[in-house]
């Protein structure tokens, strides 16, 4: 039954201006205080993933971002609720992606009275402040409204990172007495091309460079034909970062990957007499070393001026949106001034090659097996686990940005698999993919629920090395007896099963990889287990075994 109370409130308010921009799904819980968030949300064609922890709810929202290039949503309830999106927040500023989190709180003038109200918390805009971009806690319906907003324009025109809107109780519950056209969403400014000085000086260099190279980051994955356009011009290898990986094109014969992380990659770059990167901040996280030692001139593009020279230094910094600035220094520069002819890049594709499956050979070929058996239009979720960053990551070659979801930076533990099911609710006519470990599958593992609720067709693979492995190997190489990195083991298929899901084991390269095109084939939620100690097994008995053995290895659904 309707109360005509609440018929036109500051949520709905808010959610209306939220819809106008284009958002059509959040995530998040139901609780006592932010019902009247949820109100409007089917009358106005919003639909609600209820995550079974809100930091699925952030990881979802994540997902669902990338494959929209709208900021993710989350609705989550007071106190404990907001607190439980903290890490997606800090994965969210850490991997410089938009997310708006709303959040009811305590009444106008019952900030923090310690009195064991409800979900009483000290301050909880200080708390969420301190991880996202800003935090505001509103005094009406018309800064709420406001609020939505400024956080789009962020999102539109800065470097978009999270935010939080808290909304008083007594102010959510509350007529909004905010006219239509104050929620209307606001136009979007042109996007920066770039100071002309710089961009002649950038254009200056690469006509004179002999040797240019170009790192993308993730600022660049909405710039790909640019990218490409440059590139081609110049005769130029690109090499991206995790979170730029498949801004060009990995089949493209100038794209060297995401391989920064390698030091033959790497080089590569720092050989470079011009090097151009656009939309990265060069972390350590994603290099795997210190900072890139460039040896050449550096042009750097990107769309806040306080990266422009951090981790390295720029003899020319551009601030703009990457598309428009590219396109910018491209039609500045006649075709001819730049054109110059690809190089051969076989040498440093195999040395790459080499160095990759140097290290934990055994995971890498898994890695293989795995990206061998996936679509070619897949989205990959990954997690913070050795099969992904060791392997996966980069025996994936990408024709699309944005389909490996990963945090190269903030390193979480349990993303993947929300963050699939956010990919999968943004693009229903892709096969979604989350690969992953053990350790973290297990922390978000109620998740498999939340797609199996919403109907969605996704495959979990689940390699499981018996716990933290890699953890285990820094304890023992500082000489400390492994200790709290062996963990017991649920029985997957049958825990999946609980779930409502569908599920196998597969313990050979060839059952790995015929039982993920059967699960994608099959749709519905389902799991693949690969326990690694059973698959180095039957690897290492494999010259003894009958031909028909790897028949036997997989468990059928």
């Not at 790909?224 to 991206?240: K, M």
């Not at 990957?257 to 350590?284: F, I, P, T």
């Not at 422009?308 to 491209?330: C, E, F, K, Q, W």
Request: charged share 20%.
């Amino acid at each position: 039954m309707s109360d005509d109370r609440f018929a036109d409130t500051a949520g709905r308010a808010v959610l209306e201006t939220i819809r106008g921009y284009g958002v059509d799904a959040v995530f998040g819980i139901p609780g006592t205080h932010n019902l009247e968030l949820y109100r409007p949300l089917a009358d106005l064609g919003m639909r609600a993933i209820t995550n079974r922890h809100e930091q699925g709810s952030g990881y979802g929202a994540d997902g669902w971002a990338q494959q929209t290039g709208l900021p993710g949503v989350v609705i989550t309830t007071s106190g404990p609720g907001l607190q439980n999106a903290m890490s997606a927040v800090g994965t969210a500023f850490a991997e410089s992606r938009p997310m708006l989190v709303l959040s009811p709180g305590v009444a106008l003038g019952a900030e923090f009275a310690d009195v064991g109200t409800l979900h009483e918390t000290k301050d909880v805009s200080a708390m969420a402040g301190a991880v996202a971009a800003w935090s505001r806690r509103v005094t009406s319906a018309a800064e709420a409204v406001d609020a939505v907003h400024d956080a789009f324009a962020l999102f539109r025109t800065g470097r978009p990172r999270p935010v939080h809107v808290e909304i008083p109780l007594d102010v959510l519950e509350a007529p909004a007495g905010v006219s239509a056209a104050a929620r209307a969403p606001r136009p979007a400014p042109a996007p920066e091309r770039g100071d002309p000085a710089a961009v002649r000086a950038a254009s200056d260099l690469l006509r004179l460079a002999r040797r240019p190279v170009v790192v993308a980051g993730g600022g660049a994955t909405r710039a790909s034909a640019q990218l490409q356009r440059l590139a081609e011009r110049l005769g130029a290898p690109v090499l991206t970062t995790l979170n730029g990986k498949g801004a060009l094109d990995e089949h493209h014969p100038l794209s060297l990957g995401a391989n920064l992380r390698l030091a033959a990659a790497r080089a590569v770059a720092e050989d470079a007499d011009v090097l151009v990167v656009v939309g990265s901040k060069l972390g350590e996280a994603e290099l795997w070393a210190p900072r890139l030692e460039a040896r050449g001139r550096v042009v750097r593009i990107d769309v806040s001026a306080a990266q422009l020279h951090r981790n390295l230094g720029a003899t020319v910094g551009i601030v703009g949106d990457a598309a428009a600035v590219l396109d910018h220094l491209l039609d500045g520069t006649p075709a001819d001034r730049m054109l110059r002819p690809a190089p051969d890049l076989g040498d440093v594709r195999a040395a790459i090659d080499v160095e990759r499956r140097g290290a934990l050979p055994e995971t890498v070929a898994l890695g293989e097996t795995i990206a061998a058996a996936l679509p070619e239009d897949a989205i990959v979720a990954g997690d913070s686990s050795q099969i992904v960053y060791m392997a996966l990551a980069n025996a994936l070659r990408l024709s699309r940005p944005h389909s490996l979801l990963y945090t190269p930076t903030y390193a979480t533990l349990g993303y993947g698999l929300p963050a699939a099911i956010g990919a999968r609710v943004a693009s229903p006519d892709r096969p979604v993919v989350a690969v992953l470990g053990d350790g973290a599958l297990m922390f978000s593992v109620a998740e498999l629920v939340t797609a199996v609720e919403q109907r969605l067709d996704l495959t979990v693979v689940c390699v499981d090395n018996g716990g933290y492995a890699e953890i285990r190997q820094n304890e023992v190489d500082r000489g400390i007896a492994p200790i709290g990195v062996e963990l017991v083991q649920p029985d997957w298929v049958a825990l999946a099963r609980a779930f409502g899901a569908d599920a196998r084991r597969a313990e050979t390269h060839e059952a790995v990889a015929r039982a993920i095109r059967d699960a994608i084939a099959a749709g519905g939620v389902q799991l693949v287990h690969v326990p690694q100690a059973a698959l180095a097994a039957a690897h290492a008995s494999r010259p003894s075994a009958p031909a028909s053995a790897s028949a036997s290895s997989e468990e059928p659904a």
